[in-house]
């Protein structure tokens, strides 16, 4: 039997940033009015927001490595701290956009059409769902502008090449 070598993150971290309409929705819910005996700035809540993302996807991406290794002989990658650490930085980044998103609707409805919008053409056009040789010249330009793209760039780096942050400092940088 073959053994896998890869595994795509990227559809994952890609499509699942909510934040955007989570936060949307605690503004319609007034859940800073409700802070008023206790006033709390919008930054505890956004870092807050941050942090759950984290604690969400992470273990989600253990398991996905844990199944792939034992489930479908997917080996073990040598650089696993490097793979967690640049993953961490992609859901900062992809869960920034969409409290970037929240932060100009008007209403809920508002911020699920926006957030499907951006990402689901991150997802398209970042690598993650069509291979980006097939895109046509002046469309691998606007790639270069999405921050999904640096994602699967950088993913693909550290997991096929085996580099490391620093060889990947363009697709880092993206992501910071």
């Known amino acids: 039997m073959a053994r896998i070598r890869t595994i795509s993150f ?20 007034n859940i800073l009015r409700r802070y008023k005996v206790a006033p709390i700035s919008p930054l505890p809540l956004l870092v807050a927001s941050t942090v759950t993302g984290l604690v969400v996807y992470m273990p989600y991406i253990i398991l996905m490595l844990a199944l792939s ?19 961490m930085l992609g859901v900062i980044a992809i869960r920034s956009l969409g ?25 398209f056009l970042s690598g993650a769902t069509f291979p980006t040789s097939m895109f ?4 691998m330009v606007v790639t270069q502008f999405i921050p999904a793209t640096w994602l699967v760039t950088g993913l693909q780096g ?19």
Request: proline share 2%; charged share 15%.
């Open 158 to 176: 550290i997991i096929l090449r085996h580099e490391s942050l620093a060889q990947n400092w363009q697709a880092v940088g993206a992501m910071v």
């Open 10 to 29: 990227d559809g994952v971290i890609v499509g699942g940033g909510g934040a955007g309409m989570r936060a949307a929705q605690e503004r319609e819910n």
């Open 99 to 123: 409290l970037i998103i929240a932060s100009v609707v008007n209403s809920m409805q508002e911020s699920a059409i926006l957030v499907q919008i951006v990402y689901m053409t991150m997802l």
């Open 136 to 139: 046509p010249d002046w469309l």
């Open 69 to 87: 290794h034992f489930r479908y002989g997917m080996v073990w990658p040598d650089n696993l701290g490097t793979i967690l650490l640049f993953i």
